[in-house]
């Protein structure tokens, strides 16, 4: 897809702040610092759009991109992140949770995990979450240009080992640097806006 348009529709905190235009809703998820940000920005082309940082913990916000009028991308905040307090973490998981369970246009989960590191016990959990909702996410490495390619082939197996996922292939690496798993990562949010 060609993105001619792309902006920043919220920043929400509250249902009530959600876009009411309908538009089909692609959804991320991950660890806060795992690369959400950067992954909006590398597949659309926009530097600074999606706000990036290297404090993790920051984006506490559901942020909503209007892409080309045609969809959203709904950049979740980031779960686990250690010095959060349990009150904001519990916050955080009320907030993903009410949207993930209420809002009907969530039409593909991308789940986001480090490449460099083991799925982490927040990771499992949200993915066993999801797949008991019936929301099967596709799986994202991120970061993949800082591994070997002979420990990407291991990261994508240790990966869907500890997931459980029925094959390797349904973990799409992905990288800012070298753009690697972009093209494959459009086809599938193509696919779903057919
Ligand atoms: P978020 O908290 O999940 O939105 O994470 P960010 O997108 O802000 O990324 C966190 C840090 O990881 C930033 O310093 C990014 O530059 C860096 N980063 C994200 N993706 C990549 C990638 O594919 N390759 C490399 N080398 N660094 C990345």
Do not use: C
Not at 1 to 19: D, F, G, L, R, W
Not at 67 to 92: C, L
Not at 147 to 176: G, H, P, T, Y
Not at 179 to 188: A, I
């Amino acid at each position: 897809m060609k993105v001619t348009k792309a902006e920043i529709v919220i920043s929400a905190v509250a249902e009530a702040q959600y876009p009411d235009d309908n538009l089909p809703e692609i959804v991320l998820l991950g660890r806060s610092n795992v690369g959400k940000s950067t992954f909006v920005n590398t597949l659309i082309e926009r530097r600074g759009l999606a706000r990036t940082s290297s404090q993790p913990g920051k984006t506490q916000t559901m942020n909503f991109y209007r892409i080309n009028d045609q969809f959203h991308f709904v950049d979740m905040p980031g779960y686990g992140y250690a010095k959060a307090s349990k009150t904001e973490r519990e916050k955080w998981g009320k907030m993903i949770e009410k949207y993930l369970r209420n809002r009907n246009n969530a039409t593909l989960i991308f789940q986001l995990i480090d490449s460099r590191h083991e799925p982490s016990e927040d990771d499992i959990l949200m993915y066993e979450w999801l797949v008991h909702y019936g929301l099967n996410p596709l799986i994202i490495g991120t970061k993949a240009d800082k591994i070997s390619k002979i420990n990407q082939k291991k990261s994508v197996n240790r990966i869907a080992n500890i997931l459980n996922l029925r094959s390797a292939q349904e973990v799409i690496l992905f990288s800012s640097e070298t753009k690697l798993g972009k093209e494959v990562v459009w086809e599938h949010i193509e696919n779903v806006l057919k």
